[in-house]
C-alpha cells in the first residue's frame, strides 16, 4: 500500500497529466469537444500516434510561447516586488518558521488585466487574441518549464533549503512529486505565492479575456461568453482580495512545493480551469435576456456567498471573537492545541453564520459558481464539464483532508464542533429533504 501512494501513483500522474492537458486544448478546439471523435481518433489511429501528431507540433513550445511566458512571469514578479502591499505573515511550521508574504494581490490583479487590455487594445502591440492562437504551444512550453522548475525545487530542498522545515523521503518520485520544501524561496520570492498565486491564478485571467477576444474576432461575442467570462472575473478578483486567506489555509500550510502543486498551478490551472471558456470560442451561445440574466445572477451569487463565508471566518479572528455574525453574536468553540515544540495555542472556531450551516458549507458555493459560469456550454459534449466534476471530487476529497487534520490538531474540541454543525458538507436541511424525499418515495412504492 505505501509503494503504490509513495511511488505508483504519484509515478502514474507525472506521466499523465501533461499529455492530458495537450489532449484537453486539442480536443476543445480540434475536436469540438466531443470525447467521441477523440476516441474514434485513439482507434484508427493508435493511442500514442493520435497522442504523438497532438503534442509533437507543440512539445517544445516556440518562440512566440516561450516569450509571452518570459514576460508575463517577469513582470508578475515586478508587481510582487514593486507594488505597495502591507507585509503578511502565515502561520508558525513545526520547525517555528513564519513565511512572510507581501499582500498586494488585488492591485497586481488590476494592474496585470489593464496592462493587457490597454497593450492590446489601446497600443495595438498585439492581437488579444494572442494567448488563443498560440495556446497549444503555450502548453508544450509551460509542461516543459514546469517539469525542469520541479526538479530544482527537489534538489533545492535537498541541498540548500530555505529553512528548517524540508527533508527527504529516500523516495526520488515521491519527493519530486511531493516536494522537499514546505516554504522555499528565491531571491526573496515566496515560490507558492508566485505559482499558486500570481502565475496560476493571475494568467487565468488574462487567458480567458484572449479567448474572449478570439471568439469575438471571428463571430462576434455572444453572450454566454460574456456570462461566463464575468463570473470568472468576479470570482479571481474575489480570490486576490481574499489572497492573504488562501496563503494561510490547510493546503499552503500542509503541502509542499512539488510537483503536485506546482506543476498543478503552472499547467493545470491554466489548461483546465479555462477550459469552458476555450470551448465557447468555437460554440457560441446567445441566450434570452432573461436566461442570461438568470444564469449571471446564480453564478455571481454564489461567488459573493464564497466570499461572505470566507470574510465571516476571518473577521472573528481577527476581532477575537468581538464581532456580529448575521447581526448575532458568533457561536465559538475556543479550541486549544499544542503545537510540535509543545507549545499550548487557541484558535476560534465559527459555528454560527454560514459555518453553522455545515463545517465546509464555503465549498459548496464554490462549486456552484463553477457550475454557473459552465452552463453556457450546455450539454452538448462532457469535455466542457471536466473542471466542475475535477473540483467537486478535489474539494470533498479536500473537505475529507481538513477534517482529518483538524481532528488530529484539536482533538476533543473538534469532537465538540462536529457536534454543534453535524454535517461536514452538506447542510442540515438538505440531508433532511432529500431524505424525506427517499422517505416518501419508498412509502408509496
Not at 98 to 126: D, E, M, Q, R
Not at 193 to 215: D, L, V, Y
Request: glycine share 6%; with cysteine.
Amino acid at each position: 500500500m505505501n509503494f503504490l501512494r509513495n511511488s505508483l501513483f504519484p509515478l502514474f500522474l507525472i506521466v499523465t497529466a501533461p499529455p492530458f492537458a495537450i489532449i484537453v486544448w486539442y480536443t476543445n478546439t480540434q475536436l469540438s469537444g466531443s470525447l467521441l471523435q477523440l476516441g474514434r481518433l485513439f482507434v484508427s489511429n493508435g493511442f500514442f500516434q493520435t497522442l504523438y501528431q497532438m503534442w509533437a507540433p507543440v512539445f517544445f513550445g516556440s518562440p512566440t510561447a516561450w516569450s509571452l511566458i518570459a514576460v508575463f512571469m517577469v513582470f508578475q514578479l515586478a508587481l510582487l516586488r514593486l507594488v505597495p502591499g502591507k507585509k503578511a505573515y502565515g502561520p508558525i511550521t513545526p520547525n517555528g518558521n513564519i513565511p512572510v508574504y507581501k499582500a498586494n494581490g488585488f492591485s497586481s490583479f488590476l494592474i496585470t488585466v489593464a496592462t493587457f487590455l490597454v497593450c492590446s487594445h489601446g497600443l495595438h502591440l498585439f492581437s488579444a487574441s494572442i494567448i488563443y492562437d498560440n495556446f497549444g504551444a503555450i502548453i508544450g512550453a509551460l509542461n516543459c518549464f514546469s517539469l525542469l522548475f520541479c526538479l530544482f525545487l527537489c534538489l533545492k530542498g535537498r541541498f540548500a533549503p530555505s529553512s528548517k522545515d524540508a527533508s527527504t523521503s529516500g523516495n526520488f518520485i515521491f519527493d519530486y512529486y511531493w516536494g522537499t520544501e514546505l516554504y522555499p524561496r528565491v531571491l526573496g520570492f515566496d515560490i507558492k505565492q508566485f505559482t499558486n498565486s500570481r502565475f496560476g491564478m493571475m494568467s487565468w485571467p488574462i487567458i480567458i479575456i484572449s479567448f474572449a477576444a478570439k471568439q469575438a474576432e471571428l463571430t462576434g461575442l455572444s453572450n454566454s461568453m460574456w456570462i461566463a467570462v464575468t463570473i470568472m472575473l468576479v470570482y479571481i478578483a474575489k480570490f486576490f482580495i481574499w489572497e492573504m486567506g488562501y496563503m494561510r489555509s490547510l493546503d499552503i500550510m500542509h503541502d509542499r512545493a512539488g510537483y503536485y502543486i506546482c506543476w498543478g498551478c503552472l499547467v493545470w490551472v491554466p489548461v483546465v480551469y479555462t477550459s469552458p471558456i476555450l470551448y465557447l470560442v468555437n460554440h457560441p451561445v446567445n441566450f434570452s435576456a432573461l436566461n442570461a440574466f438568470l444564469i449571471l445572477s446564480a453564478g455571481l451569487t454564489c461567488v459573493l456567498i464564497n466570499y461572505w463565508a470566507d470574510r465571516q471566518r476571518q473577521a472573528v479572528r481577527a476581532t477575537n471573537g468581538n464581532c456580529k455574525v448575521w447581526g448575532k453574536k458568533p457561536v465559538l468553540i475556543h479550541a486549544e492545541y499544542q503545537t510540535e515544540q509543545g507549545e499550548r495555542k487557541q484558535n476560534l472556531l465559527l459555528a454560527s453564520g454560514w459555518w453553522g450551516v455545515s463545517r465546509h458549507f464555503h465549498y459548496l458555493p464554490e462549486i456552484a459558481g463553477a457550475f454557473f459560469w459552465t452552463l453556457p456550454v450546455l450539454f452538448t459534449h462532457v469535455l466542457p464539464w471536466f473542471y466542475v466534476v475535477f473540483l467537486t471530487i478535489l474539494l470533498v476529497h479536500r473537505s475529507l483532508r481538513d477534517e482529518e487534520r483538524c481532528q488530529k490538531k484539536y482533538g476533543p474540541y473538534w469532537q465538540a464542533y462536529c457536534q454543534q454543525v453535524p454535517n461536514r458538507l452538506i447542510p442540515v436541511f438538505l440531508t433532511r429533504g432529500l431524505r424525506n424525499i427517499l422517505t416518501s418515495r419508498s412509502e408509496t412504492a
